[in-house]
Every structure is written in C-alpha cells, then in structure tokens.
C-alpha cells in the first residue's frame, strides 16, 4: 500500500463543479484584481474567523510582513518569535528591519513557553508573534496579559491553525493584528497562493488596505510608500468556495489525530502530540518526536509511506541568520525537536485503511528494534 503524505484528491472531488463554475464566471466577468469576489470572500472570511475585517493578500509571509509595516515596527526594534517556527515568521521581521528574539517551545505542545517570554523583553521589544504551530493555539490568555502589561503589540502567526481556539476564541482574533497563509496545503487552502489578514482595528485594517495596493486608498494616489501585495481576484473566489467546507475538513483532521493518538499511545521511544489545556487543534500536522526520527522515516518510506520533517533546521541555525550570530546549543529545545520530530500522513479523504496501514508500520517498526 502506498500512503502520500498529503493528497488533494478527495477535496478536489468534493469541490470540483463548484470550482469550474466559479472560474467560468470569474472568466466571463472581465475584472480580475480586488473586484467583489475579493470583498465577498474578506467577508465571509471575517465572519468565519468572529474579527472585525479580513484583508486579502498574496501570501502568508506579505500577510506577516504588512502586519509588522502597519504597526510601524522597523529598524532598531525586536519582536519575540518561538526559535522553531517555520522561517517565514522570521523572514516578515527581518523584511521590516526589526530583530527577531528567539523564545523556546514548550516540548510537549511545540508552541512558545508563555513562561520564557517575559525574560526575553527589552527596551526595544515592540511585539510578540505567536505561532500556532502545527495547527494548535498557543495559550493566548497569558500572552495577552503579557502584552498588556508590557504595553507590546500581539501579532498572531496562523497560518496553520484556521479554525483552531483557545478558551472558544479563535485563532487570528487575538492579536492587534494577524495573518495566515491559504497556501494549497493549508488547513484552508486556495489553489495557488494567497494570504490574508484579521483585525479588530478600523485604522489597521485600513493601512494595510493602502500597504497592499502601492500605499494608496483611492487611485493614482499615493499616501505611503506601499507594494504589490493583492490576493488574486480570482483565488479568493475558490477560498469562498472552500471556505465552506472548513469546519467539516478541521473535524475529519481532528478524527484522523484522535486514531493515530489512540492507536499510537503506549509504545516506547515514540512520543506523540499533546493539547495544552483551554486550546483546541485544528491538525494541520500530526508530529511524533523520536530518537530514531531519521531511521523510522527510511522504514515508512520503504514500506510506502510518506512523512515529512517539519522542520529539520530552526531558524537561528539557518544560513540566512548567520549573521544574527547565535550559536549552535543556544536554543537546545529547538535544536533537540528539530533532530526528533516527524510529521505523519494526514489530508482529507485519508481512509482508516491508509490510516491503519501507518500505525500498523510503525509499529512494526518498534517490535522489530
Ligand atoms: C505557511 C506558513 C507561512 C507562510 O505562508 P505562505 O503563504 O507560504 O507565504 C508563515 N508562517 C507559517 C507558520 C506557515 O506555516
């Protein structure tokens, strides 16, 4: 049996005549840049996600990047990010001018320890960015009133976590101000990329409304030096579409994560995920921690079944960050998940079949060391 590590089929099935109806339209409407689709899918996304106002954009990392330019953060300011996030977070506060601070992860729910952030405020700190990472909310509550007293803006990375909650609050409406990606394989995801942001702010909302189309509000007129950072006409059209199937694709995510937790629990040297309590996941990933990651990788993969390392270097550690000087031990829990976790097979349409099938070689993998 062979078993991808994530499959667009079943989604694609269950979408299909609706997508090729909404391209037809969209096609014959001669109007292909921030037209009413885009407006019609910001709000239903606003709605979905309970904030104020959703702004589309090209992509999670320009949905980052305008989130930092809105608040005004730049050179000479640092801004708390968890040291294993995926490197866009890292990227958007580099891209402003602004330092990334690294703060651990808890081990066992791989989101930042709320615990370590306040020892790493300084006078030039402006911003926390949590990451909720893997599909679960890190715990808002704290980071709140963390920023609250320290006067710091809260800027929520959820690009992998749409849908996710933390004491019945969802994702993306915490924050000041808060971005998450719709790339393909996202919880929900367009057919191409796309981004957007969510705000309770008025003015925010309106700035990066300028930010994203050259810094102007009205045509030809131009109030702040901006970019091109638009989400497609005609993507936010199919994330309309897909939208709709979100809660239903969150719930099939949770199904698949409670079997492979069932049947998983118990075996030596394999440690599996963990919800802290008050948080939700929405499993955009299933991640396993192990000693023999690399070994029982090359095990599945022979046996057909494809896995995924999420992610095999943090950010400090990257090339890229060279020149932020941190060395190698500095963030050992970073370091230490990096070498240990695994991402296992989990899309829409996977059957309990294929589900088995995973358990039933992994545990082979353990009874025959
Ligand atoms: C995917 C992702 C992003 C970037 O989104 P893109 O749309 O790919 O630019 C940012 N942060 C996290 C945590 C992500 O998983």
Redesign the pocket.
């Known amino acids: 049996m062979n078993v991808p590590f994530v499959s667009f089929e079943t989604i694609n099935k269950q979408i299909k005549t609706e997508i090729m109806e909404t391209f037809e339209s969209f096609f014959d409407s001669n109007f292909y840049v921030l037209g009413d689709r885009t407006s019609t899918f910001e709000k239903e996304y606003a709605a979905f996600n309970q904030v104020n106002h959703c702004i589309g954009v090209s992509?999670?990392?320009?949905?980052?990047h305008l989130s930092l330019k809105s608040l005004g953060i730049g050179s000479g300011d640092e801004v708390i990010v968890p040291s294993n996030?995926?490197i866009?977070?890292v990227l958007?506060i580099s891209f402003v001018g602004a330092t990334p601070v690294f703060v651990e992860p808890r081990y066992d729910t791989f989101n930042i320890d709320v615990s370590r952030i306040e020892e790493a405020i300084s006078p030039r700190t402006k911003a926390i960015m949590p990451?909720?990472?893997y599909g679960q909310c890190c715990e808002m509550t704290t980071i709140m009133e963390i920023a609250q007293k320290y006067n710091l803006w809260v800027i929520e990375?959820n690009?992998?976590a749409q849908g996710a909650s933390f004491n019945n609050r969802l994702t993306g409406s915490f924050g000041d101000i808060n971005?998450t990606?719709?790339?393909p394989a996202?919880n929900l995801g367009a057919l191409g990329?796309?981004?957007a942001i969510t705000t309770n702010n008025l003015e925010l909302s309106n700035k990066v409304k300028m930010l994203r189309n050259y810094g102007s509000a009205i045509k030809y007129y131009n109030e702040v030096p901006g970019f091109n950072n638009r989400i497609d006409e005609v993507q936010a059209a199919f994330l309309s579409v897909k939208l709709r199937f979100l809660n239903q694709w969150n719930e099939e995510r949770r199904h698949i994560a409670g079997v492979y937790h069932d049947s998983l629990v118990g075996i030596e040297g394999l440690e599996l995920p963990s919800v802290v309590s008050g948080a939700t996941s929405v499993y955009?990933l299933y991640v396993v921690k192990t000693d023999r990651r690399d070994s029982l990788q090359r095990y599945l993969e022979a046996n057909g079944v494809m896995t995924t390392i999420h992610y095999p270097i943090p950010p400090h550690l990257q090339k890229a960050y060279a020149h932020l000087d941190i060395r190698k031990g500095s963030l050992p829990i970073a370091e230490d998940l990096a070498e240990k976790v695994l991402s296992l097979p989990l899309f829409i349409g996977m059957t309990d079949k294929q589900i088995n099938y995973v358990v039933e070689k992994i545990r082979e993998f353990y009874q025959n060391i």
Do not use: E, I, R
């Open positions: 992509n999670g990392l320009d949905a980052l996030t995926f866009a977070s958007a990451v909720h990472l990375d690009a992998q971005a990606s719709f790339y996202k990329d796309a981004g955009h």
